[in-house]
């Protein structure tokens, strides 16, 4: 099996203790996923469809269309399908435009008082022959993580101060239907927050269009400190980190 890049990474060298974890989500279980137009793609279920309340209570910001991806199918690229020869997909991922439209995706946390708010991802090329494609535009896909201030801690894309950005990019895969996927771990500064509460915008610069996957979002005070992938089933636990890192928050803003 063809070996995974590794992109953007931050290596943390002097942990001060444990990252927190606050989302992780490979996509896999859509609330709703219609197979429009037999395309192997659903340009029309919003992500919220698709994968909000995953933990309960979780929202997503979204601009313009982010869609949901079938790999494997039966239908795209003439009957190729998306195909998957690195097995980090699964059955689904989330596909963005770069230039026909601007396309954002935004994830709101309230990270504490931890001094980075740590993203790891996949992220490859890939192409619609559908809704309006071709778009690839001859580069490889650049994404751009932004970290927001949200006081609040409202669902949005990011509109309050922007407290860092990172870009980091793929390849460009053999052609148009199959992912080549590079793991991408990116650190994001929470320094200048508010209160804690944070909005993280996912944009794609370059490519034209492209794919992510396997989302693992943590609080540290190390860039690029990530704990290991759960298992299936541990929303009950992110919540309860998401209220431990809360409740340190307000202890340390109060002496």
Known sequence: ????????IVIATTPAQAATLL??????????????S????????????????????????QT????TLLVEGSFAHGG??????????????????SAAQNDFLGLSFNVGANKFLNFRLDLSSIDLNSWGGPF?????????FSLFDNPSGAVGTGSGALLSTVQASGTIAANRWTFDWTETVVGLSTAGNTNGNVTLRIDLLEGGYAAMDNFVIAAADNPGEVPAIPEPGTWA????????IAALSRRRRSR
């Open 23 to 36: 989302y992780s989500q490979n996509f896999e279980n859509p609330a709703t996923f219609v197979n429009y």
């Open 38 to 61: 037999n395309t192997d793609v659903d340009p029309f279920t919003t992500v919220n469809g698709g994968y909000g309340n995953q933990p309960p209570g979780f929202q997503f910001g």
């Open 136 to 144: 690839f535009d001859g580069k490889a896909p650049k994404f751009e």
């Open 80 to 97: 190729t399908g998306f195909l998957d020869p690195q097995n980090r997909a699964g059955n689904h991922v989330l596909g963005m435009l």
């Open 1 to 8: 099996m063809k070996g995974l890049a590794l992109a953007a």
């Open 237 to 244: 636990m992110m919540l309860g980190g998401l209220a431990a």
């Open 64 to 67: 313009f269309t982010v869609e």
